[in-house]
């Protein structure tokens, strides 16, 4: 009474607040029914969205460059393509160190298929150069150490050097190069005290011997080493990677390396968009190469064309079905799902056996005498093809969201809407028509999404005006391996889909769909 | 735990048995009357000398490229030997998962001595690929559509004036575009100099736009017979096997135009990164079924040329037919008065600037 402002809380028995120890009991229910979900959360996380995820990182990913030519990227750093001039030695000299490396792993003509995809030729460049970067005249180099001095022969000699402690501050490039030559010994299992260096650690040393400001001493006869090396016949590596392969001299191989040097790109989702990344910036790819754009809408449009032609089937048979007793419905049911029994393949393949200029309708036809046999109809290799034969296979998919709707219609609205002066017409369109409106959307959404991915049927029966995106993405995917392509495109389709959904959510309402 | 423990238990003993009966040795090839050669003339007469070697069939070759990747990415190959076209061969050693090879230390050299590479010759187009057969991709024509004036040129495909018709050509540029570039007017030699230029490609898409409209384009080997022996086509393009089983075993009145047919080749290559005693099996199996003889003896199955020299004069009959093979092989001398032989390396660098022109054209 006397403390008015603090109004009685109520207690539970436990002698705490009672809406504290609500929550708290609510919180253990919910932690304990999450708990419940947990398997299913870490089943779809690991074996849908993962996949999914890893599968559209590559659109960006393009880590191979710089992991395949970390000195050559580094070195192009100073060079612009505008100059048109190719790059500096020094960036040679990088390549070379890299692509020893890349090729002693086999992994340069990976880089050389990446590269392919942006400039043609770089395929064949890196194979070619591939073999013969370590035929390089850099052995006059090695034969003068040897020559001056034989002990540089012996892999011992060097392991020495290598443990100075000035070895590194000294010889900088020898040193990375020789802590590369170390791992790939080591990867090979190979004893590094019995393998010959090779020819490209004696170009490292030369070329470290030419650079030296203060000489310290790493060995003994050293200083007669270093003017020794300064008076030794310089190798241009420009010139031994030009004999390789002359287009290491055009600025647009240099320029599409160092425009894909990042380890990010926008090159595949660009590409996707019928746009490239060229010297001069982002700009569309030439008409002769464009084709994305018009595939997706083309896929977009077929994809609507097959859900209205199947809402226009569907709809009737859905309400023959529910007009019926339950047990004559279930067996037409069994004829509406008796398709699904059978293989994809087999029913596409069937569609071609009717529909192909010498197949069962245009006999019948010619038979009949509508058509002329000389001007037999086309009706497959073209759109017809893929919609009629799409629209048969998706059409279950609509006509099952449909029934199960129709059947919830109590029949007794509409024969009260007649008892009220309704005509026929007026009757459906205005009290049956709008509730079975969910099943048409739930049907549509479910076939237009089905239709959107699809690619054996066009394939089969598509001919070239009938194909969809997803036959774009099953050619980069399994022949031209070319993933990053086909996980951007696989990117836009998605996003296209996620619009689409969020479009029907915003004028149908998504509260608004039943599947029964 | 007692059940658990029991059925583990027993598992391991057959895992165990299972072991010691035999080995399994994963081989991937395009299946049909292909494999059934391969079964006969090498599979099967492989287990026989080796009991403990069970061969399983997998005919995956046509996405072999893609799930090799899938397979070399998730770490764990299960495939042991691929057959694959040499082109892919060339595309799976570039990107490192086929195994490298020294032809001469792993196969058996000739009869007469001569050593594995000198046999196979030029046919090793990468150094991950074992040649096995020379195939050609040719043109079949209906014969009861031509009348009395049979095409002897490959331009007959461009010809819809005097064999009007629709005609099946493979939904790719290679081949096309050098038979287009062939009947524009370009000489022989130079049909690749033409086509690295841009302008030689819009020629060559020009050539082909003039048949546009009367072309079905397939994408599997089996179109073509079927569009023919259905009448769909007056002619088309397809692998010389498949147009031998559909005009001397399936009695079609169809014929090989075999003009400016492109050899190419198919053969093994091992996966990369497979366990040294799986590569020692493998390379055990290789040794046998590559050797002079088996190669020859596929032959009797099917009208592929054998890879090596020395198999060429031991080609006899077909096992069931009896007829002689020699004058239906791709490299018979009356076949091959003009041929071509498929670019790897160009291919290899335009394929995919080529095709995104190509399939950029169609669907225009």
């Not at chain 1, 889909?497 to 479009?503: A, N």
């Not at chain 2, 230390?105 to 096995?132: E, H």
């Not at chain 2, 037919?321 to 291919?347: C, Q, R, V």
Request: one cysteine or more; aromatic letters at 10%; a negative charge.
């Amino acid at each position: 009474m006397q403390n008015e402002s603090t109004p009685e809380i109520p207690l539970a028995a436990d002698g705490r607040p009672l809406e504290q120890s609500l929550q708290r009991a609510l919180r253990a229910q919910k932690i304990r029914a999450f708990l419940l979900v947990v398997p299913l959360l870490v089943f779809v996380l690991i074996t849908f969205l993962a996949p999914i995820a890893d599968m559209l990182y590559r659109a960006v990913d393009n880590r191979i460059v710089s992991e395949t030519l970390p000195r050559t990227v580094e070195a192009l750093s100073d060079w612009e393509e505008s100059e048109n001039e190719p790059p500096e030695e020094d960036v040679f000299i990088a390549l070379y160190y890299d692509l020893f490396f890349a090729a002693e792993n086999k992994i340069h003509t990976r880089l050389g298929s990446r590269l392919n995809y942006q400039e043609t030729g770089m395929s064949s460049l890196f194979r070619r150069t591939g073999r013969r970067v370590d035929r390089f005249d850099t052995d006059e180099l090695t034969d003068a150490f040897i020559d001056f001095d034989p002990r540089w022969e012996d892999p011992t000699h060097w392991i020495t050097l290598s443990e100075h402690p000035e070895f590194a501050n000294q010889l900088p490039e020898t040193a990375g190069v020789w802590d590369d030559w170390t791992q790939l010994l080591i990867a090979e299992e190979d004893e590094l005290s019995e393998e010959e260096p090779e020819d490209l650690i004696y170009f490292a040393l030369y070329r470290d011997l030419n650079n030296i400001g203060q000489p310290v001493a790493l060995m003994d006869n050293w200083s007669e080493t270093v003017s020794a090396a300064q008076s030794f016949e310089p190798v241009s590596l420009r010139e031994q990677f030009a004999d390789a392969d002359e287009d290491w001299l055009l600025p647009s191989v240099w320029g599409t390396i160092k425009r894909f040097s990042p380890t990010i790109t926008d090159g595949y989702l660009l590409n996707a968009v019928d746009m490239q990344k060229t010297a001069d910036g982002i700009e569309a790819q030439p008409e002769s190469r464009q084709i994305y754009g018009l595939l997706f809408g083309r896929t977009l449009f077929m994809s609507l064309v097959i859900t209205i032609s199947s809402i226009l089937l569907a709809y009737p048979i859905s309400y023959f079905l529910t007009s019926l007793p339950m047990r004559k419905a279930n067996l037409l049911l069994i004829l509406v799902l008796l398709p699904f029994w059978t293989s994809l393949l087999v029913r596409t393949s069937a569609w071609k056996v009717l529909l192909q200029q010498q197949g069962v309708i245009n006999d019948l036809l010619v038979w009949v005498g509508l058509v002329d046999d000389a001007n037999r109809l086309v009706m497959m290799n073209n759109q017809t093809g893929t919609i009629i034969a799409m629209t048969h296979i998706l059409l279950p998919f609509m006509i099952l969201p449909m029934y199960s709707v129709m059947r919830t219609i109590p029949p007794s609205y509409v024969r009260a809407a007649k008892s009220l002066g309704a005509t026929n017409w007026t009757a459906f369109w205005r009290v049956y028509f709008p509730q079975s409106v969910p099943g048409i959307g739930a049907g549509s959404i479910l076939v237009f999404i089905m239709a959107i991915g699809y690619y054996i049927t066009p394939a089969i029966v598509g001919g070239t005006e009938g194909i969809f995106i997803s036959n774009r993405i099953a050619y980069h995917i399994s022949s031209s391996l070319n993933w990053g392509l086909a996980s951007a495109l696989g990117g836009i389709l998605l996003l296209a889909v996620v619009i689409l959904y969020w479009l029907y959510d915003k004028f149908v309402g998504i509260d608004n769909l039943k599947l029964g | 735990m007692t059940l658990s423990k029991t059925l583990a238990a027993g598992v391991m003993t057959l895992a165990t048995v299972g072991s010691a009966l035999a080995t399994d040795l994963t081989i991937v090839s395009w299946g049909g009357a292909y494999s059934e050669s391969q079964q006969k003339a090498y599979h099967d007469p492989y287990m026989e000398m080796n009991p403990d070697i069970n061969i399983i069939n997998d005919e995956s070759s046509a996405e072999a490229v893609a799930k090799l990747r899938a397979m070399n990415e998730a770490g764990n190959v299960t495939w042991d030997l691929v057959d694959v076209v040499a082109s892919d061969a060339l595309r799976l050693c570039d990107e490192g998962l086929a195994m490298e090879v020294d032809h001469d230390d792993v196969l058996a050299p000739a009869p007469d001595g001569t050593d594995a590479s000198d046999d196979f010759g030029d046919l090793i187009v990468s150094d991950c690929f074992i040649p096995q057969i020379v195939y050609s991709t040719t043109v079949g024509y209906r014969s009861d559509a031509v009348g009395d004036n049979p095409p002897t040129d490959i331009c007959a495909i461009f010809d819809t004036e005097t064999y009007p018709g629709k005609r099946s050509l493979e939904k790719r540029p290679i081949n096309n575009m050098e038979w287009a570039l062939l009947c524009d007017g370009v000489p022989k030699d130079e049909v690749y100099d033409v086509l690295e230029t841009n302008a030689g490609q819009e020629r060559a898409l020009a050539k082909l736009d003039t048949i546009k409209d009367d072309v079905i384009w397939w994408s599997a080997g089996a179109d073509t017979p079927q569009l023919l022996a259905d009448g769909e086509v007056i002619m088309g393009s397809t692998y010389n096997g498949r147009l031998f089983s559909l005009i001397v075993e399936q009695n079609q009145p169809v014929e090989m135009l075999w003009d400016a047919q492109v050899f190419d080749l198919d053969g093994w290559i091992i996966p990369a990164g497979l366990p040294d005693e799986r590569v020692e099996e493998v390379l055990d199996y290789l040794y046998f079924a590559t050797d002079t003889q088996r190669l020859a003896d596929q032959a009797k199955y099917i009208s592929y040329g054998p890879a090596r020299e020395s198999s060429a004069p031991l080609v006899g009959k077909h096992a069931e037919l009896g007829i002689e093979m020699a004058p239906h092989m791709p490299t018979d001398p009356n076949n091959s008065k003009n041929t071509f032989l498929y670019n790897y390396e160009f291919w290899a660098d335009y394929r995919d600037d080529i095709d995104a022109k190509f399939q950029a054209w169609l669907v225009r």
